[in-house]
């Protein structure tokens, strides 16, 4: 796959052979109503979308279209991925003439997202609101009934942070004008090339199963700003798929090149426990230094992506000198076909490295618990 650039720093082991994929998210993939999403986006008059949800509910929306934006729109993206009040008081006063709520919960029952929805409800008159849940029976898909919300399905066998490809996402990509015809052909095409045996995601795998006795933590090291919430979703994908029975990995995310002013030293002369791809893209717009004063001389006629380009390829040498782990990531155009297979690739990584680890890695029992706590608190106090 020519949109996928990849390399590693250093040899490793390749015990992960198995090139299948056969997996909910993926099978899910022929099933896609994208004509019904579109057509209903092309019935909507709104300025603003506020994406209501929270972990696998927003982040591969918020991602999708960081990483797409290419131009000011007239459109406008907000995000209710946390329960802050100063936050949901900021999309309350938008006009609700003009803005769509797009509620989202796969399980039907996110205290969180029920809640705003309810605050919603209260201080908005006839607010206009869509609704993504479980193609079961669900709480959330019960009030959209009652209420006569438009209502799209989630498939109950693709867990939240793998939804990527449902109208989790599929919906706010398509109100701002994207092709999520090609963004799910582009997950399409992953899955045929790594069938085909494409490298990228069973390297991947292999990079982080043979490193893992002394690597723990993996950086996502984002080189535009554009990839910086992309660094968040795999966030999620990564941990809560992996983190489970003493075993897991420790993402973080970083942006390049701010974060080689605040955790670089740390991964330098730190304890080496960490691997640190280097994740990047082109860039559509670019200024040059006409003029430099001394003693800078030497900045004039460069641009600032060719700055930024020698800053990260330094970083990742004196990261390699020091015997970090280091893997280089480019994706070569900025499109929803390339999204869409990145977006996969990772997804298929996840996978395999949980299925050679032999745990699930589509449950989170650790976050349920969590769960379990909040509502005993919440029904008693």
Known sequence: MNNIKYSFSEDFAKPITDTSVNYAFSQNLCKVDIKSITEYTQTLQAKNFVQVGIGGSALAASAALSF??????????????NIDPQRLRDVLELDPKETVFHVVSKSGSTIETISQLFIIKQHIKNPHIVISTDDRDTFLRQFGIENNYKIFDIPTNVGGRYSAFTSVALFPMAFFGYDIASYIEGAKEAVRKVRDKWGFPIDLANFVV???????????????????????????????????????????KALGTTDQHSQLQLYQEGIKDKIVAFLDTISPIDFTIQTASEPFGYLKGKSIAQIM?????????ALSQANVPTIEIFLEKIDEFTLGAFFCSLMITTAKVGEFWKINPFDQPGVELGKKYAKERLLND
């Open 68 to 81: 797409l934006q290419t131009s000011v729109s007239s459109k406008r993206y907000f995000c209710l991925d």
């Open 210 to 252: 043979s490193l893992y006795d002394r690597c723990k933590v993996f950086v996502m090291f984002a080189y535009k700003d554009r990839l910086y919430s992309i660094a968040d979703w795999f966030r999620q994908l990564w941990a809560e798929s992996l983190g489970k029975n003493g075993l897991g990995q420790t993402p973080v």
């Open 309 to 317: 380009e020698i800053e990260k390829q330094s970083t990742k040498k």
